[in-house]
């Protein structure tokens, strides 16, 4: 179709000055294709450049957002892959009904990309910010990652197996591309709640200690403060956290002590 449009076409009308065009779907499902192909980049980038600000301010740090951009990234890169694989290249295709390797849906990366990113992001923070609570509490990072997971893995679990459950059920659908959306979906919430998030999240943050909450203190007078929990996300002092926790709570230390290993 290419050669068609660019060589074929352009050579047999040349003498006559006849401008001419192709139709139909296949022209059109590359033309699509090749648009967002283009742009997909510049929207990635977009997305990843705009959360990497946000979390900076949230956060007061640089690793954290960092960190978080490409964990986020690799668990969308390996639903990519996995659609690949079962689609085009008919790894376990039969299962869900496919018969045939098909072309991939050239609006699907995009389309994926936008509802992954925004998911990973919602776990991000939602682990982040009991993790940072801690660590304004205590200072001692390692403890903060502990008690942050512990606190929020099984919110998290049960939101993901939710999620999967619903995106699952969607490769009943006898359209190929919902199956598409099916299958990626399912395969990166799974892969984000389980390796990404209660792994290589915690895993990276216990080996860089304090260093996640590192920021410039020419950075930190200019950025604004924003706090996602509506409390103030300065350290309390130590005689107030003393009496807050004896009076409301167990002792950190005692909550660390009965966090399962």
């Known amino acids: ?15 006559s000055g006849i401008d001419t065009y192709v139709t139909g779907n296949t022209p059109a499902f590359i033309d699509i294709s090749d648009k ?19 979390l900076m301010v949230v956060f007061r740090s640089i690793v954290v957002p960092a960190k978080a951009a490409v964990m986020n990234l690799l668990s969308i890169g390996a639903a990519y892959g996995v659609v690949v694989a079962v689609f085009q290249w008919g790894w376990g295709n039969e299962i869900i009904g496919v018969d045939t390797t098909v072309p991939i849906s050239p609006f699907l990366p995009m389309m994926m990309f936008a509802i992954l990113f925004g998911l990973s992001m919602d776990y991000e923070v939602f682990l982040l910010s009991r993790i940072r609570e801690e660590y304004l509490r205590s ?40 199956k598409m959306f099916a299958v990626g979906l399912s395969v990166a919430v799974l892969l984000d709640a389980t390796i990404v998030r209660m792994i290589l999240v915690p895993s990276t943050m216990a080996i860089m200690g304090n260093a996640n909450w590192w920021l410039p203190k020419k950075l930190e007078a200019l950025l604004p403060r924003i706090d996602i929990e509506g409390s103030s ?29």
């Open 139 to 178: 200072g001692d990072n390692h403890h903060s990652v502990v008690l942050g997971v512990a606190a929020t893995a099984r919110v998290i679990t049960s939101a993901a197996l939710i999620m999967i459950s619903v995106f699952a059920a969607f490769t009943l659908s006898p359209d190929t591309e919902v």
């Open 233 to 261: 996300t300065t350290p309390l002092p130590d005689a107030a956290v003393d009496d807050a926790e004896s009076n409301a709570q167990p002792s950190l230390d005692d909550r660390h002590d009965k966090v399962p290993a």
């Open 1 to 15: 179709m290419r050669n068609l449009r660019t060589e074929i076409l352009p050579a047999a009308t040349a003498s």
């Open 36 to 54: 967002l192909s283009n742009r997909l980049p510049i929207f990635i980038a977009a997305v990843v450049g705009l959360s990497f600000l946000l």
